[in-house]
């Protein structure tokens, strides 16, 4: 019971936070935006509402296997430390036990998450929809009956100037092909970058809860009520961000990197192309959204959190 809570937080995030995350990586990949207000304007301006959202099915489905395998481990790391260092599960934690728990929980994550990160990195990128494809096939003219000619029947051709339709047709169709066009590989594609960003992160994101959790509790109290609560998830969400966001640049450009010509070699070559090419600004890109995102997000994570872990810590006792 102690992973369960992980659905109830990975739903609310997800729910909470993707149109952002969207724009997030879309600024990331793609330097013609000037800023996150440009990249907002263009995506609403291109495909509406639908296009903050591309992608979105494969997280959720797979969010509450994810987020309970992130909660559940670190609690459960955290158990197996007090145990083993203080004799009870139930002592209270030094801040360097929840570091290290925080941190495996990172780790751990990345082998669950790098195949739908790269599905939901590429989706976000691919800026054609269907439906634009039909508006522009419908552009080209109104259809004419063909008058029937004598001889064999030959094949249509498509008319000339028309785009090719999305590469992608979802989050399946895209963990397919990557597979079958690049091997096992291209799903693990920007894993690397991933296992520092998420390593360091997670490691960062629990220890400032704690520590905020801690400071925020109302004297005579174990735990801070509701708004603690709220305050510290929401810190500790931006605070990790902001420890994540370099990474998590250099994770999206690898991993949007196979669309068409493939311009990096590996995460020290595209570090060092990326700061070559746009300065050392590059690597923080992203990072006013991702902490401005973080914050409700994790305030919405960490209150739900909460509040189930109470509930199964009843059920049990």
């Excluded at 990331?28 to 000037?34: G, I, L, S």
């Excluded at 047709?169 to 597979?179: D, K, Y």
């Excluded at 509930?311 to 006792?317: A, C, F, K, S």
């Amino acid at each position: 019971l102690t992973s369960s809570p992980g659905f109830l937080t990975g739903v609310c995030g997800v729910a909470v936070g993707y149109p952002l995350d969207t724009v997030k990586v879309r600024i990331q990949t793609e330097p013609k935006y000037t800023g996150i207000w440009d990249c907002v304007r263009d995506t609403y301006h291109r495909e509406r509402v639908r296009g903050f959202y591309r992608g979105l099915s494969l997280p959720v489905c797979t969010v509450s296997l994810v987020s309970s395998v992130s909660f559940g481990t670190y609690r459960h790391c955290l158990a197996h430390i007090c145990r083993v260092r203080y004799g009870s599960a139930e002592a209270k934690p030094a801040k360097t036990d929840v570091t290290l728990s925080g941190f495996a929980s990172g780790l751990v994550r990345v082998f669950l998450t790098s195949p739908t990160e790269v599905a939901k990195v590429r989706l976000q990128t691919q800026t054609q929809t269907p439906a634009q494809q039909r508006r522009r096939s419908s552009a080209s003219g109104p259809s004419v009956p063909a008058v029937p000619a004598a001889g064999p029947p030959t094949c249509p051709v498509p008319p000339a100037g028309l785009p090719p339709g999305p590469r992608y047709r979802g989050p399946l169709h895209c963990l397919a092909t990557v597979a079958r066009e690049e091997g096992l590989r291209g799903l693990y594609k920007g894993s690397s970058a991933l296992l520092f960003r998420d390593g360091h992160s997670f490691a960062t994101y629990f220890l400032s809860y704690a520590i905020l959790c801690e400071r925020l509790t109302p004297a005579g109290q174990s735990q801070p009520d509701v708004s603690g609560v709220l305050v510290a998830g929401g810190c500790a969400g931006a605070l990790a961000w902001a420890v994540a966001t370099p990474m998590d640049v250099i994770k999206a450009r690898l991993q949007a990197d196979g669309q068409g010509r493939r311009r990096y070699r590996g995460l020290l070559h595209c570090v060092l192309t990326s700061v070559r090419e746009e300065g050392p600004r590059v690597l923080f890109k992203g990072l006013l959204l991702n902490c401005c995102r973080a914050f409700p997000v994790n305030m919405v994570v960490f209150v739900a959190y909460e509040a189930v872990l109470r509930l199964t810590r009843g059920l049990l006792t």
